[in-house]
T-cell receptor, first 114, second 112 residues
Framework: GAVVSQHPSRVICKSGTSVKIECRSL??????MFWYRQFPKQSLMLMAT?????????EQGVEKDKFLINHASLTLSTLTVTSAHPEDSSFYIC??????????FGSGTQLSVL | GESVGLHLPTLSVQEGDNSIINCAYS??????FIWYKQESGKGPQFIID?????DKRQGQRVTVLLNKTVKHLSLQIAATQPGDSAVYFC???????????FGTGTRLKVLA
């Protein structure tokens, strides 16, 4: 299956700062990557679909100016949480589609905004 | 009262027993399903998948059953081990959409 590397695994930041999360597809050229958010004891909610070389597609209710997605190469997608606030604290997970439509996930990033 | 989503359903199973985790999926057009295991603080791991042209698929110690009539999916784990303790999610997908919808999840606790 596809190997997805996500970094950092944990970040603590002050309110108002921006945080960048990186997601790399290590053994697979990923034209499409997905970004999910997960609150404690809840399921994964799709935030946006990241397309290599074009604009990301955001799900309803997700602010595109708040969550900036860049997918400049076939192996790297980044999610930047701009002007983070405590309510943005969450577990963010990226994923990529491997062969035969299987979805493979990164290890996740726990964001805590103070 | 409690808010929906703050508490995952929990299944407690004695070590060595079989576990059955259930999932009701939402879209009758979904034709591909995956079970994921998520340990605390980690991303979900692929366990087993099944397409809608099948009603049963077996892996190592795991079996997935699909009942399209009632839109129900189950994951059976044989001889449950402490390492199986995690949250399990089902995910559904319709061909060509590449969008997966995840179920609410079930926490499996294996008792020694």
């Amino acid at each position: 299956g596809a190997v997805v590397s996500q970094h950092p695994s944990r970040v603590i930041c002050k309110s108002g700062t921006s945080v960048k999360i990186e997601c790399r597809s290590l053994d697979f050229q990923a034209t499409t990557m997905f970004w999910y958010r997960q609150f404690p004891k809840q399921s994964l909610m799709l935030m946006a679909t990241s397309n290599e070389g074009s604009k990301a597609t955001y799900e309803q209710g997700v602010e595109k100016d708040k969550f900036l997605i860049n997918h400049a190469s076939l192996t790297l997608s980044t999610l930047t949480v701009t002007s983070a606030h405590p309510e943005d604290s969450s577990f963010y997970i990226c994923s990529t589609l491997g062969l035969n439509e299987k979805l493979f996930f990164g290890s996740g990033t726990q964001l805590s905004v103070l | 009262g409690e808010s929906v989503g703050l508490h995952l359903p929990t299944l407690s199973v004695q070590e060595g027993d079989n576990s059955i985790i259930n999932c009701a999926y939402s879209n009758s057009a979904s034709d591909y399903f995956i079970w994921y295991k998520q340990e605390s603080g980690k991303g979900p791991q692929f366990i087993i998948d099944i397409r809608s042209n099948m009603d049963k698929r077996q892996g190592q110690r795991v079996t997935v059953l699909l009942n399209k009539t009632v839109k129900h999916l189950s994951l059976q784990i044989a001889a449950t081990q402490p390492g199986d303790s995690a949250v399990y999610f089902c995910a559904e997908n319709s061909s060509g959409t590449y969008k997966y919808i995840f179920g609410t999840g079930t926490r499996l606790k294996v008792l020694a």
